[in-house]
T-cell receptor, first 115, second 118 residues
């Protein structure tokens, strides 16, 4: 079965410190992986994607993610967290069944950055 | 660009009542999705449209849910009758690029409609 796991319900970091939000996946075939962010009362916003190529992908707002095939992981990272990064973060994988491009989301991780 | 517009933002109804949600995608976006996001969970696909055609409705509970996208623009999602377990945020998303949408990216989400069934 295809799935995405986000093992942490919440991640707390101090402003200025590096942050990591974890994601592991299970898919058949090559994974297409994504990170989305959801601010309160707003829609999901695309952060970054891994389709192919370099294992380290860079996205919006200074975020990056590292694709690790052997560990089936796609952790989201940022070198220096901002209070404004506080939000709900979702990892997602493209549903490889058929060719429809639908996304399978993890349950989300709440990131809290304190001043 | 106005983005994907959804209405209403919030809706509270009693169980067994009908409810409808409306989505206006970004102009020119041919692909439209409806997702349901339960509390504490990630979004789950309900239905996907290419223009006016529902190309994937395998996860839509057809006994009580229905959707339409007349003229391939606006879309409505209806629940009749609503049950307590339908309480969730209903998200609409649209995409202009079918090639990107098929790879799983390139689409814009609306802010959602938060439904509470009491």
């Amino acid at each position: 079965a295809q799935s995405v796991a986000q093992p942490e319900d919440q991640v707390n970091v101090a402003e200025g410190n590096p942050l990591t939000v974890k994601c592991t996946y299970s898919v058949s075939g090559n994974p297409y992986l994504f990170w989305y962010v959801q601010y309160p009362n707003r829609g999901l916003q695309f952060l970054l994607k891994y389709i192919t190529g370099d294992n380290l992908v860079k996205g919006s707002y200074g975020f990056e993610a590292e694709f690790n095939k052997s560990q089936t992981s796609f952790h989201l990272k940022k070198p220096s967290a901002l209070v404004s990064d506080s939000a709900l973060y979702f990892c997602a994988v493209r549903d490889s069944r058929g060719s429809k491009g639908n996304l399978i989301f993890g349950k989300g991780t709440k990131l809290s950055v304190k001043p | 660009e106005a983005g994907v517009v959804q209405s209403p933002r919030y809706k509270i109804i009693e169980k067994k009542q009908p409810v409808a949600f409306w989505c206006n995608p970004i102009s020119g976006h041919n692909t439209l999705y409806w997702y349901r996001q339960n509390l504490g969970q990630g979004p789950e696909l309900l239905i996907r449209y290419e223009n006016e055609e529902a190309v994937d409705d395998s996860q839509l509970p057809k006994d009580r849910f229905s959707a339409e996208r007349l003229k391939g623009v606006d879309s409505t999602l209806k629940i009749q009758p609503a049950e307590l377990g339908d309480s969730a945020v209903y998200l609409c998303a649209s995409s202009a690029r079918r090639d990107r949408a098929l790879l799983g990216y390139g689409y814009t989400f609306g802010s959602g409609t938060r439904l509470t069934v009491v």
